[in-house]
């Protein structure tokens, strides 16, 4: 492997040839319409405040965030992410002024009141998939989401 190369090339050669996980039976929900739904943001841009812990490599947990704040932290480390966007506005990765909008609007029911960043920079989804992924869409649940917006970093 090139070490020259950036980062996200490198990553796509390790990722070459890596077999996707297979699901019998995939879990799906037909979600109430829009107008009557609670909409929640996950973003995998390692977001989080700044009492919160950051997110280190390998970290496959999440963080909760409060969309009335909006002192967020970017903890996504790739040498390859521009951070510019995120600086400017926030809601390039998380677009909760937006959902706001939409929520006034009546286009969507309501915003939720808790949101989560997981770290998207991960090479083993074991910890996600089995541990952190599952809790995280209980906390959701739990918070009477029905519809989830993932923006993918």
């Known amino acids: 492997m ?4 950036p980062s996200s090339d490198r990553v796509k050669e390790l990722m ?16 109430k319409p829009l ?13 989080h405040h700044p009492e919160q812990p950051g997110f280190d490599p390998r970290d496959t947990s999440f963080r909760k965030l409060d969309p009335k704040r909006t002192d967020y932290r970017l ?10 966007g995120f600086g400017i506005d926030y809601n390039v990765v998380f677009p909760i002024d937006r959902l706001n909008e939409l929520a006034a609007d009546g286009t969507i029911g309501a915003v939720s009141e808790v949101h989560l960043a997981y770290a998207g920079n ?4 074991e910890g996600i998939r ?3 992924g599952p ?17 993918p970093v």
Do not use: C, R
Request: charged share 20%; no cysteine; hydrophobic share 45%.
């Open 2 to 5: 090139n070490p020259s190369k």
């Open 16 to 31: 070459d040839g890596l077999e996707p996980a297979i699901f019998e039976n995939a879990a799906f929900t037909t979600p």
């Open 35 to 47: 107008a009557e739904s609670t909409v929640a943001i996950l973003t995998s841009a390692a977001l």
């Open 75 to 84: 903890g996504h480390w790739s040498q390859d992410i521009d951070q510019v």
């Open 122 to 125: 991960q090479f083993e989804l």
């Open 130 to 132: 089995l541990d952190s």
């Open 135 to 151: 809790e995280g869409a209980k906390t959701l649940l739990d918070a009477g989401v029905d519809v989830v917006l993932l923006t």
